[in-house]
């Protein structure tokens, strides 16, 4: 599938996150699990999954046959960013089939010393045809990642780092500042809880939403429920 159908296939689509680190409850030392979620994702009519590991995305992609958008979650020392930092996730990926692959584009501390600028500059020199794209946190990052030749920007670390807005809710002004600035498709990701703010980041400029906690994420979920009640 080219990159132009990858886009088109997911344009104006919900993307599922089916992920599981280390210490959640959905995660099995054993055997990847989220080959079911994401089965569950594609029966609801999602046309493309995001996962975390090496081992889900093969997993999901035998599973499901859709395209998958990979990144490996890791942190090392001296490292503030954790999505796929170094090229030896990014290698991993690769052999793995990744569709897309995610990378950590803040300006967050970076254990080996290089500017994001620089790591996306390798990346992007080794891997001239893979699809990239980039996790950003600020207007700033996305447009940086863009003009360094990212070929998607997803919002998802918006809330995440120490310099960027805390919201209850998605970012929507920042999909709307890049939606009009970038002319790559913007992702809109990162506290999307309910269909109607799904419909709103579309609405703001994303060219697709990616849901993961709301619909993957049992743990959260239930903490949801509860919370709300114990707090009447």
């Known amino acids: 599938m080219t990159k132009q159908e990858l886009f088109q296939r997911i ?36 046309p493309m999954i995001r996962t975390s590991s090496v081992r889900d995305v093969v997993a999901i992609k035998e599973e499901t046959g859709l395209p998958v958008i990979g990144l490996i979650k890791v942190q090392y020392e001296g490292f503030e960013s954790y999505i796929t930092p170094t090229m030896k996730e990014v290698d991993a990926l690769v052999d793995a089939g990744s569709d897309i692959i995610a990378l950590d584009c803040t300006n967050q501390k970076r254990g080996d010393h290089k500017s994001i600028s620089e790591f996306i500059t390798q990346v992007r020199t080794k891997y001239p045809e893979a ?4 996790d950003i ?62 419909v709103e980041m579309l609405e703001a400029g994303a060219h697709a939403v990616v849901v993961g906690g709301a619909i993957t994420r049992p743990l959260e979920i239930a903490q949801r429920f509860i919370r709300a009640v114990e707090d009447r």
């Open 131 to 134: 699809v990239l794209m980039a």
């Open 11 to 46: 344009k104006g689509k919900v993307i599922v996150s089916c992920q599981a680190v280390p210490g959640e409850p959905l995660y099995v030392e054993e055997k990847s699990i989220m080959y079911l979620m994401a089965r569950a994702a594609k029966q609801a009519g999602a």
């Open 137 to 198: 946190s600020t207007y700033e990052e996305g447009v940086n990642a863009w003009r360094l030749g990212m070929d998607l920007v997803g919002t998802t670390m918006s809330g995440y780092t120490a310099y960027s807005p805390k919201l209850d809710g998605p970012d929507y002004e920042l999909v709307k500042m890049l939606s009009v600035t970038v002319d790559i498709p913007v992702i809109g990701e990162g506290r999307v809880h309910t269909p109607g703010q799904a």
